[in-house]
């Protein structure tokens, strides 16, 4: 019987959890504040592996920060989950949340400007 999860998938899970926990107590770039890890997509061959996060402010400086600091979360993610091949990390912006923002916005003003028998359904 097959197992419920790609290797791939469950080496993705235990990276987002590692790289978290270094981006919190270990890296110390000014650039870098306040980031959420919310996916990590590690490719079959283990080669490369896409890290999608979140952040409140400073995209731009944040990413350099993240590319700077790439080498150093590659290598102790290989020390912390004793990997013979260590993917590549590939930092990109997940535009998920702000998309999530925008749209409960929108649904509040649309129901604000509603008719208040609308509502009560």
């Known amino acids: 019987m097959a197992k419920a999860f790609s290797r791939s998938s469950r080496v993705a899970e235990q990276m987002r959890r590692e790289?978290?926990?270094l981006l919190q107590f270990e890296v110390k770039d000014p650039r870098i504040g306040m980031v959420t890890i919310t996916e990590v997509e590690v490719t079959g061959d283990m080669e490369h592996a896409k890290v999608f996060y979140t952040a409140a402010e400073g995209t731009q400086?944040?990413?350099?920060g993240l590319v700077k600091?790439?080498?150093f979360l590659r290598s102790q993610v290989a020390k912390r989950m004793l990997l013979r091949k260590v993917p590549q990390l590939h930092f990109e912006y997940d535009a998920s949340a702000d998309y999530g923002?925008?749209?409960t916005k929108l649904i509040d003003e649309a129901l604000a400007d509603s008719p208040q028998d609308l509502q009560e359904d």
């Not at 400086?61 to 350099?64: N, P, V």
């Open 19 to 21: 790289l978290a926990d």
């Open 101 to 103: 923002m925008k749209m």
């Open 61 to 64: 400086a944040l990413q350099a």
């Open 69 to 71: 600091s790439s080498g």
